[in-house]
């Protein structure tokens, strides 16, 4: 069965510095993987997404992830946090077919960002 | 934002009683899921469906029914609700429109079993 881990349960971060936020995942197969945000009280928001190809993929919001076969790992980046970034953030394995997202979460990290 | 809504918002309900929470999508997506969120475990998958009237158990499916009748509409079903159910309950849909997408989410549905 697959698994996902964030090892880091709160991280507290400047506003203007640099941020990233582990991921590491357990699957047998290629793996699908995901970043989501959620902000207090709302949803998920898909940040970006890693199917194939390219190891680094692009989002929204300025974040970017990288996908590291050889560590089981996908973790995401961004140059320089805005306040507005504060929220948990999900990282997430598909394993279902072809459109079919069923979606095993790691536990969460809380990002907290200090003037 | 996808069209997804889910009804109820908020609920508090009594241990014992059967309580029904609605997913309704406007995006015509074949794959429908339901996942609960607690802290400590993220979000967990309870049941899915892959069209009208197919359905499937998720990692954390005991105590929870679902039925889907209608492309639309998702229906999830306590039949028997527990202090253990208490939880923020998500709705998500996907498709593969001719690639693999991503699933959305609506909005939520806090549920308080008293």
């Known amino acids: 069965a697959q698994s996902v881990t964030q090892p880091d349960i709160h991280i507290t971060v400047s506003e203007g510095a640099s941020l990233e936020l582990r991921c590491n995942y357990s699957?047998?197969?290629?793996?699908?993987l995901f970043w989501y945000v959620q902000s207090p009280g709302q949803g998920l928001q898909l940040l970006l997404k890693?199917?194939?190809?390219?190891?680094l993929v692009q989002g929204i919001k300025g974040f970017e992830a990288e996908f590291k076969r050889s560590q089981s790992s996908f973790n995401l980046r961004k140059p320089s946090v805005h306040w507005s970034d504060a929220a948990e953030y999900f990282c997430?394995?598909?394993?279902?077919?072809?459109?079919?997202?069923?979606?095993?979460f790691g536990t969460g990290t809380r990002l907290t960002i200090i003037p | 934002d996808a069209g997804i809504t889910q009804s109820p918002r908020h609920k508090v309900t009594e241990t014992g009683t059967p309580v029904t929470l609605r997913c309704h999508q406007t995006e015509n997506h074949r794959y429908m899921y339901w996942y609960r969120q607690d802290p400590g475990h993220g979000l967990r998958l309870i049941h899915y469906?892959?069209?009208?009237?197919?359905?499937d158990k998720g990692e954390v499916s005991d105590g929870y029914s679902v039925s889907r009748s209608k492309t639309e509409d998702f229906l999830l079903t306590l039949e028997s609700a527990t202090s253990s159910q208490t939880s923020v309950y998500f709705c998500?849909?996907?498709?593969?429109?001719?690639?693999?997408?991503?699933?959305?989410f609506g909005q939520g549905t806090r549920l308080t079993v008293v």
């Open positions: 998500a849909i996907s498709d593969s429109k001719g690639s693999r997408t991503e699933a959305f």
């Open positions: 997430a394995v598909g394993a279902g077919g072809f459109g079919n997202e069923k979606l095993t």
């Open positions: 699957y047998g197969a290629t793996p699908y």
């Open positions: 469906s892959y069209g009208v009237k197919d359905t």
């Open positions: 890693y199917f194939s190809g390219d190891t």
